[in-house]
């Protein structure tokens, strides 16, 4: 079994930054692509930013500029840092890691989802 856990989220003003974490613990072969996403209510989960183990990057086109996505490979965890903050990033952003338990076998992971809301 893999857990995802996040941290970092919270309140913030328009313009200020956050920086999210999200760490892969348990029973891991390797790590491949991990990614963000972000849902509010009555809308799709959608993609934030993602990166692949060889650190190939995509970013959402609402916050190309503003945020930016790493990873550390030995700690298995990946990083959000969001500048520039507007209140339509107010959602509940999730982790997402694809994990390989084996050579062969590998799983899509969700992290339980941490609130930012934007706010004066």
């Known amino acids: 079994q893999v857990q995802l856990v996040e941290s970092g989220g919270g309140l913030v003003q328009p313009g200020g930054s956050l920086r999210l974490s999200c760490a892969a613990s348990?029973?891991?072969?390797?790590?491949?692509?991990m990614g963000w996403y972000r849902q509010v209510p009555g809308k799709e989960r959608e993609l934030v930013a993602r990166i692949t183990s060889g650190g190939s990057i995509n970013y959402a086109d609402s916050v190309k500029g503003r945020f930016t996505i790493s990873r550390d490979n030995a700690k298995n965890t990946v990083y959000l840092q969001m500048n520039s903050l507007k209140p339509e990033d107010t959602a509940v952003y999730y982790c997402?890691?694809?994990?390989?338990?084996?050579?062969?076998?590998?799983?899509?992971?969700w992290g339980q989802g941490t609130q930012v809301t934007v706010s004066s």
């Open positions: 348990g029973n891991i072969y390797s790590v491949n692509a």
């Open positions: 997402n890691a694809v994990v390989a338990s084996t050579r062969y076998i590998a799983d899509d992971y």
